[in-house]
């Protein structure tokens, strides 16, 4: 999900992340487990081998991320929409303008890509969208077949990129060009950077590491993320390899906890500002209420659930959602029902958790008799336990479970498989 924040100040950042390794941190209680040929440290974690681990995992969770702009799901969509679009193709072939730029902004509104620029030979013909990482390259066709543009497109906006690395990493992200931080990200003192090592911010030591990246259309970028050095202590393990499950796990806890919080408050003001609810609940008309949630879910929110005066009014949504988020419905200063919504389905958190982090997930309703509703690790996983190593297929992973939140209400079980090596 590609979002435009607002970046907030060095000292106010790190304060977040601190406590967020703070809360979320631990040694952990995952068994120990013998060395693996993870390309990560995995003797015992010292002084120095605990930090270079966490590190090292969270900057291959960082490049995920990225990897995101260049191959995947959201890149292949973005580009079949282009393809697809009769009147970006009309308007090219009869060289119309202002024809090009509305397709262009029409391609920009669908949420599916950040950035369009449409060139025939030399000659820009459209470059909307702001600055923005990992260009996406293709030919459009026309009606005769033949190529009759190319075209960049981008689905990481800079500030997005930046805001889900941040989440997800529980770091802070600097883009640098020439010795310069760009795009709002973290302001690192201006001059040349080694790839990796150590740097002061406020007093605060941080470790850091870095990798190549590509701006929007063209040109260089070097993504830095940083943690700071004394909090990577909480993840630490008695060997390498606990010290990244342990990491992993907190990673994997944070792509939930995302579904639960800021995201949905754009959506929770959405739903207790929209009229046609608000009229149908204080009515207490369940076919009005049904009506005005199917508005609603068409945009982002995937299961709605309204009540009034103890009733349930009407529930609509897909069958296996998590993370639900409850609030109030008032009007004229008075409560008049309530709503639990929701913005991730179990399909989504999966997605999520394979392609940002290279995580497989199991998800089992009523936990006292476990019953499998979502698996990414392929048929017949067969027993798995809490923690510890599973095997599957010849492939080993370690064992992280996620106790998370079913709708409307109740446990819902995710057991998260770290794949071991990891890579």
Same mark, same amino acid.
């Given at each position: ?12 950042? !790190? ?20 060395? !693996? ?29 990225? $990897? ?29 303008? #202002? ?57 990481? =906006? ?7 690395? *941040? ?60 943690? #700071?050095?004394?909090?990577?202590? =909480? ?38 500002? *929209? ?69 991730? *389905? ?13 995580? $497989? ?7 006292? $008799? ?10 017949? #996983? ?20 996620? $106790? ?20």
């Amino acid at each position: 999900m590609v979002r435009r924040v607002a970046m907030g100040s060095i000292a106010a950042r !790190a304060v977040v992340v601190l406590a967020l390794l703070a809360v979320l941190g631990g040694c952990g209680s995952t068994p120990k487990a013998g060395p !693996a040929a993870t390309g990560l440290p995995t003797s015992s974690s010292g002084a120095a081998g605990c930090p270079a681990t966490v590190l090292q995992a969270l900057g291959l969770v960082v490049r995920k991320v990225y $990897h995101e702009g260049v191959s995947s799901e959201r890149t292949a969509t973005a580009q079949h929409l282009i393809a697809a679009s009769a009147p970006l193709r009309e308007a090219v072939e009869s060289a119309n303008a #202002p024809a090009v730029r509305a397709a262009a902004h029409a391609l920009l509104a669908s949420g599916h890509m950040t950035n369009l620029r449409v060139m025939r030979g030399t000659r820009t013909l459209v470059n909307v969208g702001g600055p923005a990482l990992a260009p996406i390259r293709g030919t459009l066709i026309g009606a005769a077949g033949v190529p009759i543009a190319t075209y960049a497109t981008s689905v990481w =906006a800079d500030n997005g990129f930046v805001a889900e690395s *941040d989440g997800i990493a529980h770091g802070l992200v600097a883009l640098r060009v020439n010795g310069h931080s760009i795009a709002g990200s973290l302001a690192l003192a201006p001059g040349r950077l080694p790839r990796e090592g150590t740097l002061t911010l406020k007093h605060v030591r941080y470790r850091y590491t870095s990798f190549a990246a590509e701006a929007f259309p063209s040109g260089a970028v070097r993504v830095y993320l940083l943690i #700071p050095l004394h909090a990577t202590a =909480a993840l630490c393990g008695p060997n390498g390899e606990d010290t990244l499950v342990n990491t992993l796990s907190r990673v994997a806890g944070r792509i939930y906890a995302g579904e639960t919080g800021g995201r949905t408050l754009a959506q929770i003001r959405r739903v207790q500002h *929209d009229q046609g609810l608000l009229r149908a609940v204080t009515q207490r008309n369940p076919a009005a209420t049904r009506l005005a949630i199917e508005g609603l879910l068409n945009q982002h929110i995937v299961r709605l659930r309204v009540s009034a005066g103890g009733h349930l009014l009407s529930d609509v949504g897909g069958p296996y959602v998590l993370a639900p988020v409850s609030a109030p419905l008032r009007l004229g200063g008075r409560t008049i029902g309530s709503f639990v919504l929701s913005i991730q *389905d179990d399909e989504g958190y999966l997605r999520l958790a394979r392609r940002l982090a290279g995580l $497989h997930v199991l998800m089992y309703m009523n936990p006292a $008799h476990p019953q499998l509703v979502k698996n990414s690790v392929g048929p017949a #996983p067969g027993a798995v336990p809490a923690s510890g190593p599973y095997h599957y297929r010849g492939q080993t992973f370690r064992v992280y479970t996620l $106790h998370a939140k079913a709708f409307p209400s109740g446990p819902l079980l995710i057991r998260v498989l770290i794949p071991i090596p990891y890579s």
